[in-house]
């Protein structure tokens, strides 16, 4: 058990950063962090020697309800779906480790398809304990701290249903001037293939994805769109992308939303 290892590191005269290094190099660098290793020590140093997890006493099981919540700007399911990837991309350099944050993720997407006996098993695997119910605050095992953000969780009661009419024109509409007629190189996820897309400088990246989806069949809000490393908005017109010639846009493509999840939030 981690944390009797870090009492006998204690014990035998170690510092915080030379037991951190010690599991490190034994169990991996995403095995615990630093900074918890530190706040463990300084529980020993105050006669602490609990390992039991304080959270893990008042644990409840996971609540079996959605999450009800209003956007302060309204999304479509395509912006909501990359602001998720944003934040679960991002996570681990939060504080925390990986596989926690990993089985977060995965325990997340199966309460959204309301699988609670799947999330569940998951959060019992990678003992998370969630004291409130609900995984807007949960801990590990060590006692780390995990907020995920509640448009992680659940749809916002004002989701912009995709080609439902409700877009707005900047985000779809043709712009008046077209600018210059260019070719873009795109690079599929779903066949590492390359394919050819004509556009307008003016074009907007929604636009663009409209057009590769009338090329390709792949619906606007299944795009995520990269190119030097950061992900291209909808409303970001192609010329501001400053894509060179011979350069390579790539297009993330995420599964279909299933049927169960997609039920919950109209």
Known sequence: HLREV?????????????AHQMLSNTYGEAVI??????????????????VEDRNTRKNHLLCHEVIRWKSDVPLTEGQLRSKRDEFWDTAPAFDGRKEIWDALRAGATAAEAQDYQLA????????IS?????LTECYDEL?????????????????????????????????????????????????????????????TIAVAKKKLQSQEG??????????????LGDKMHI????????????????????DNISGKTS
């Open 6 to 18: 870090l009492i006998f590191c204690f014990n035998m005269k170690k510092s915080a950063a030379e």
């Open 33 to 50: 962090s630093e900074r918890t290793c530190r706040k463990w020590f300084q529980r020993f140093k105050n006669g602490d020697f609990d």
């Open 120 to 127: 569940q098993a998951i959060l019992d695997g990678a003992n």
């Open 130 to 134: 969630v004291p409130n119910g609900f």
């Open 143 to 203: 006692g780390t701290r995990y907020q995920v953000p509640i448009y992680c969780l659940s749809y916002p009661i004002n989701i912009v249903k995709e080609d439902s009419g409700r877009d707005s024109p900047a985000d779809c509409s043709e712009p008046v001037d077209e600018g210059t007629e260019q070719t873009l190189k795109l690079r599929l996820s779903t066949t590492l293939g390359e394919v050819k897309l004509p556009v307008y400088s003016n074009d």
């Open 218 to 231: 792949l619906e606007p809000s299944r795009q995520r769109w990269f190119f030097g490393g950061k992900l």
């Open 239 to 258: 010329e501001e992308a400053k894509v060179q010639p011979g350069y390579i846009i790539q297009v993330i493509v995420n599964p279909e939303k299933s």
